[in-house]
């Protein structure tokens, strides 16, 4: 016999939080029509003078609390998290700076008409509520899930941060991530010049200063010096080359994923050695093709330090308007993503280009990390 998935009971727990919810919109209206009414009215006729405009953003403050208010008490109708709105950002320090940006914040002016709104409709809901529960109890429940649909509509039209607003946010976020690991890479490339091809050349220039004090007095000496440093000046070019291929691999340009991944993967020390397929129309853009190299360089050499893996595989291909890499190995498995990790800031970079980074790792393996990415053609700009 085929079992069919329980229901909530129609006169279970939720009605009676609906039947509350609805109730409590009516005192709820009336604090929140007077307040706004009071000192919105107050602020926007004293504008003239510098209290007006303080009081008009404090009001408006106030009204996008009440419209959080109003967000946590739908969800805890629904048993679910409320939808944080993004605090106000500033864009100018000091007290006008806030003040600029609560009156040019479009939550708080939404939230204003909700709360004005919700008067009447707290009476409307409150009344026929109350009728409901003394002479509609055939239909209570039906009729308590239409006023809380009609609630949750009003509560999220004007009291919820809109779609916009939160793309905003996201990629305000996103902007700071690669700011960020914009500034961790040119200080990465700063420190290894300076510990690395600089202090080579800056020894390189005072051996060969003492080879040619030499050579004229023992050119034997200065003849091994100018050996020496001829082995220090190929050392200094080879520590230059790995820095540019860290940068961006001359290889990748010019030849695309396939020829730059198996560079990669022939410099990766898993003892099995690492198969590489690439099965793409044509090549992206040039910055996804970066951030996809990257990725899956950052992912292989996790998987040289840490896996403890014989073979691993590589497998980047379009699908849609996606471009997908996944990487496996068959090494110890347990890894993680946790705050700090260089996976977490892997995960941070491909989310602030709209991509996503999977990652499935059983102990005892096999490790698999899956990532997406969006796919830009060349010709697209």
Sequence with gaps: MKETPDRPPLYGAQLWRQVQHLLLNLPLGVAGFAFTVVVLTTGIGLAVTV?????????????????????????????????????VQATRPGVMGWVTAVLT????????????????????????????????????????????????????????????????????????????TAAADLRRIERDLHDGAQARLVALAMDLGLAKEKLTEDPEAAAQMVGAAHGEVKLALQELRDLARGIHPAVLTDRGLDAALSAVAARCTVPGGVTVHVDLPDR??????????????????????????????????????????????????????????????LSERIGAVDGVLLLDSPAGGPTTATAELPWRTRAQR
């Design 51 to 87: 209290l007006g405009l303080p009081l008009l953003a404090a009001g408006l403050a106030g009204c996008r609390w009440f419209g959080g208010l109003a967000r946590r008490r739908c969800a805890l109708v629904l048993g679910t998290g409320a939808g944080d709105a993004a605090p």
């Design 105 to 180: 914040d479009g939550l708080g002016w939404r939230s204003a008409l909700y709360a004005i709104l919700l008067l009447p409709w707290g009476i409307i809901s409150f009344a026929l509520t109350l009728v409901l529960l003394v002479v509609g109890w055939p239909v209570l429940p039906w009729a308590m899930r239409f006023l809380f649909a009609v609630d949750r509509m009003l509560v999220d039209s004007l009291a919820g941060p809109n779609a916009l607003s939160e793309r905003v946010r996201e990629l305000e976020d996103d902007r700071g991530t690669v700011v960020d």
């Design 284 to 345: 992206p853009d040039s910055a996804v093709e970066g951030i996809a190299y990257f990725t899956v360089s950052e992912l292989l050499t996790n998987v040289s330090k840490h896996a403890g893996a014989r073979t691993a595989t590589v497998e980047v291909w379009r699908a849609a308007d996606r471009l997908m890499l996944r990487v496996e190995d068959d090494g110890r498995g347990g890894a993680g993503s946790y705050p700090g990790s260089g996976l977490a800031g």
